[in-house]
Nanobody
């Protein structure tokens, strides 16, 4: 099991930037994909972005392509989400997640009840 701790959320103006961080603990992190989901009020939790293990496979939801960048530092056991040009519709609780590395592909990120670890979530509010 992987334990995940997020940081970096907050309040930002439209067109502003934030960087989320998620530090993972546990064994065998090189076998995991890491990344982010988000859940807006009244909506389902959606996959935003993931990065697989050292082969560098990444996925981005269409709504964030060109604005968000995911990166991973295995030595620091941390995954980052750089969010630029933020919009009010990006307002949500952002959850870090870990899955087996093969769940993350360029076309999407699978999850399962038994093979997905979640962080506690961090709030991001985009408002003027």
């Amino acid at each position: 099991q992987v334990q995940l701790v997020e940081s970096g959320g907050g309040l930002v103006h439209p067109e502003g930037s934030l960087r989320l961080s998620c530090t993972a603990s546990g064994f065998g992190l090189d076998l995991y994909a890491l990344g982010w989901f988000r859940q807006a009020p009244g909506k389902e939790r959606d996959a935003i972005s993931c990065v697989s293990n050292n082969d560098g496979t990444t996925y981005y939801q269409d709504s964030v392509k060109g604005r968000f960048t995911i990166s991973r530092d295995n030595k620091k056991r941390t995954v980052y989400l750089q969010m630029d040009s933020l919009k009010p519709e990006d307002t949500a609780v952002y959850y870090c997640a870990a899955t087996p590395y093969y769940f993350c592909s360029v076309s999407g990120w699978l999850t399962s009840r038994t093979e997905t670890s979640w962080g506690q979530g961090t709030h991001v509010t985009v408002s003027s």
